[in-house]
């Protein structure tokens, strides 16, 4: 995720002239539609959520979802093809007691509270970030209290979130963040898929590899009369393991039958929350 340091006295105007500049370059790259970042106006829907308009292709941005922050120093702008994206830049900061008590839940106060000094202000901060990434991506902002998300610390740096705000699951979260001990930040991206947006996307990955429109391909379709021979297959196999981030085992491979086969594995295979670490330079 490029960081852009903020030079004026405009934020926002920093973080927006970013955000068109991704939008301009995922359309040329992904979708071989040249637009430039003067073609982009930023809007905001009646909730506050960041969208987006291009002059001159108005359904654009229907399937993409934006996510713009800044801190008082950087700025970060994100589209998603893959689900509602929310993103968040924290400079990391001493919270003032009322504060820190009121947005953590108790078991986040426990396991702050076992960590090294030096550490306890990075994840605190990392916390919030979380907590603002995953209702940004919810669309509701600070309208649900923070404390009623918990972040709940896995093994090996990883984290789950859990809104007690909010019964049952969304289909899909996917969760990403990265702390830089030298410049002082953490930023933290919270992807929510629903199931359609898991089909759409299986669909979409079916088409770019087999050079198909995604309409032509249904759901109840057999992979043996889509594809045409049996690279391809292998062709798909490796592109929807480049997606997921692992190896489909065999025995897995051996149930796929259908495109829906397809999108049920998809599905239970993004159900987990996990966050990817990666710690910038110190």
């Known amino acids: ?31 071989q539609m040249p637009i430039r970042p003067d073609d982009i106006t930023i809007i905001k829907e009646p909730s506050g959520r960041p969208t987006f308009y291009i002059h001159g292709h108005p359904d654009a941005s229907a399937s993409l979802s934006l996510s713009i ?6 700025a970060i702008a994100e589209i ?27 078991r986040e106060k426990q396991w702050l509270e076992r960590r090294p000094a030096a550490e306890k202000d990075i994840y605190a901060t ?17 309208r649900i209290h923070p404390a009623c998300v918990e972040i709940v610390a896995g093994d090996h740096g990883t984290f ?16 990403w963040y990265t702390i830089n001990r030298r410049d002082a930040y953490v930023i933290t991206k919270v992807i929510i898929q629903t199931d359609m947006t898991i089909e759409q996307n299986v669909l ?11 309409e032509s391909i249904g759901i109840k379709d057999r992979l043996i009369t889509v594809v045409q021979d049996s690279l391809q297959l292998f062709e798909l196999l490796i592109r929807f393991e480049k997606e997921l981030g692992e ?14 086969d397809i999108i049920t594995y998809a599905r239970a295979k993004q159900l987990p929350l996990a966050a990817r670490y990666s710690e910038a330079a110190a």
Request: hydrophobic letters at 35%; charged letters at 25%.
């Open 247 to 260: 190896k489909i085992k065999y025995a897995d491979i051996a149930k796929i039958e259908t495109v829906e």
């Open 160 to 175: 789950e979130i859990q809104s007690r705000d909010r019964p049952g699951r969304p289909a899909a979260v996917s969760l």
């Open 1 to 31: 995720m490029r960081v852009v340091t903020i030079t004026t006295h405009d934020a926002s105007a920093t973080a927006h002239a970013l955000a068109r500049e991704n939008i301009a370059r995922y359309c040329t790259e992904q979708r």
């Open 69 to 74: 922050s800044h801190s008082d120093r950087y």
């Open 126 to 142: 990392l916390f919030w970030s979380f907590k603002e990434s995953y209702l940004k991506a919810l669309g509701t902002g600070l």
């Open 80 to 106: 998603s093809d893959k689900g509602m994206i929310g993103i968040d830049i924290e400079t990391t900061r001493v919270f003032p007691d009322e504060v820190h008590q009121s947005f953590l839940t108790e």
């Open 204 to 214: 979409r990955i079916i088409s770019e590899v087999l050079h198909i429109p995604p």
